[in-house]
């Protein structure tokens, strides 16, 4: 049976009252595509997703949301899990309370203020938890210094890699079809050329090796693939703990 991967995708829809919302943009293309790619692998994949206008990926189980707190209590409930890729566009901050009739325009007194609190932040729960996953992988959307910042995330979030994008309007990122991104571990930075998001999905999902060295010890740990494929497949059938200590001490050396 496959590896069980948590997969989050889409934006989290924060309420300020029944009919308005905070988001990001997010249109849970790039994430979709990965728990597809995945899937397409063998791999157990459970997506949670928050409010997107896409199809549900084939041969994957999906967690509809719509809050990051929603989010975050659909992952902790997946754990344990192998794996984690943090896709997902989460809101930083939601209101304190959510307005339970339509926020009215009020002539003459102004606009509403709003006092916000921070939303939890999912990737660190998982990075940090005591069910952490074996490999937890973030994503970073920047518009700048975008190497620089996703660098400071495997740190503070405890992930494995970020994979950062450039999200700045010139490269249509958003809402489009392909994307720029920066493959970053421990082991330094891989700089992708502009891929589409399912090439970027295959990509990653393939673990971003491109010599067959590396590759079968990473896709068993990112996808419990029937491993007779690769060089060194008898030993790995042995699951978990002989795939689980090649990745390990394979994976500093990779990326
Ligand atoms: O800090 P920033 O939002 O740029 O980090 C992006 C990464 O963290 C993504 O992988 C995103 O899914 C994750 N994230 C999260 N929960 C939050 C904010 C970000 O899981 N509240």
């Not at 896709?87 to 002539?107: F, H, L, S």
């Not at 896709?219 to 002989?242: C, E, K, N, Q």
Request: with cysteine.
């Amino acid at each position: 049976s496959g590896r069980k991967i948590i997969v989050t995708s889409g934006p989290t829809h924060e309420p300020i009252d029944p009919v308005r919302y905070i988001a990001n943009r997010s249109s849970g293309k790039q994430g979709h595509a990965i728990a597809a790619a995945l899937a397409k692998l063998g791999a157990d994949v459970r997506l949670v997703s928050g409010p997107v206008a896409i199809p549900d990926p084939l041969g994957v189980t999906v967690t509809h949301v719509d809050t990051a707190r929603q989010m975050l209590a659909a992952v902790e409930a997946l754990l344990p899990a192998d794996a984690a890729v943090m896709v997902a566009a989460v809101a930083d901050w939601r209101t304190e309370t959510a307005a339970g009739e339509k926020i009215k325009k009020q002539p003459g007194k102004g606009a509403p203020v709003l006092p916000m609190t921070e939303n939890p932040d999912i990737l660190a729960n998982v990075g940090h938890h005591a069910m952490r996953p074996q490999l937890v992988i973030g994503f970073a959307a920047e518009t700048e210094r975008v190497v620089e910042q996703a660098k400071k995330k495997l740190q503070t979030k405890r992930c494995d890699w970020i994979v950062a994008n450039d999200v700045s309007p010139a490269t249509g990122t958003f809402g489009g079809d392909n994307n720029l991104v920066h493959l970053i571990s421990a082991a330094g930075v891989e700089d992708w050329p502009k891929l589409s998001k399912r090439e970027v999905a295959e990509r990653l999902a393939a673990s971003g090796a491109e010599d067959s060295g590396g590759t079968a010890e990473r896709f068993d740990v990112m996808a419990g693939v029937p491993t007779s494929r690769f060089p060194g497949g008898t030993l790995l059938r042995w699951p978990g703990l002989v795939a689980g200590m090649l990745f390990y001490s394979l994976r500093d050396r990779i990326g």
